[in-house]
């Protein structure tokens, strides 16, 4: 009987460890529209609706921003394979820090942190805020932080101009604001954020 007790509350135990982190459905990896269309429609959107994405889109969004396209590789080259940009998300429910090696989504604080995640009015109404932070202790230098960093906004922008959804990078934000907010260490720097929603 003890042992059923036992079992159970470690049943529960893990369900309730597990319950801040968010598991993310596979990417689809085949659909978007072609390439050249999504360039013909990529660009930035400053007006969004307060409309959450759905699993899958955010599946998708991080998987193409950043994710594993080959056993060790990212859909992002990075200057001497040095993997160095880690990225967060604020969304309406929290602020998450996305472990691509297992896509899921790791719960950094809960609440809605939006609005910290920029200066202007439609940060704190669109779906997501992307925060991309280097792991500066990784990488060479800082032109390689940055130009990597451009990598991923880029796959984030094409996605979002496949998939009906507006995005905007932004270099306007509060870097102490956002260090603290994500409990970076002294290695780490926010380069860039990016917010993604659907459009009005
Ligand atoms: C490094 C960088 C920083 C930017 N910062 C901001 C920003 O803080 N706020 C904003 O509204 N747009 C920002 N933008 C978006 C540019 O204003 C936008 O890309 C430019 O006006 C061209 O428009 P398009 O993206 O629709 O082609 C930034 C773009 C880049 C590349």
New binding site residues.
């Given amino acids: 009987m003890n042992r059923i007790i036992t079992l159970v509350s470690l049943f529960i135990m893990g369900c309730s460890v597990s319950a801040q982190n968010i598991s993310l459905p596979a990417p689809d990896r085949r659909g978007g529209k072609p390439l050249m269309q999504a360039l013909n429609e990529?660009?930035?959107?400053?007006s969004y609706q307060d409309k959450e994405l759905t699993l899958q889109q955010l599946s998708d969004l991080l998987w193409a921003a950043n994710g594993f396209n080959r056993a060790d590789k990212r859909t992002a080259p990075t200057a001497n394979d040095r993997q160095e940009l880690e990225l967060y998300v604020t969304t309406k429910n929290g602020v998450y820090f996305y472990d691509a090696r297992n896509h899921l989504l790791k719960e950094v604080k809960k609440g809605d942190y939006r609005a910290q995640a920029?200066?202007?009015d439609?940060v704190a109404k669109a779906a997501l805020n992307l925060i991309f932070v280097s792991d500066l202790s990784k990488v060479s230098n800082r032109q390689y932080a940055y130009t990597n960093c451009?990598f991923v906004?880029q796959n984030v922008?094409l996605y979002c101009a496949s998939e009906g959804l507006g995005a905007?990078?932004?270099?306007?934000?509060d870097k102490d604001k956002l260090s603290e907010l994500l409990n970076l260490g002294s290695n780490q720097e926010v380069l860039?954020?990016q917010?993604v929603g659907y459009p009005n």
Avoid: P
Avoid at 42 to 46: A, L, M, V
Avoid at 168 to 173: A, D, E, I, K, Y
């Fill in positions: 990529r660009k930035s959107i400053r920029g200066m202007q439609f451009g906004a922008y905007v990078v932004r270099g306007m934000f860039l954020t917010t």
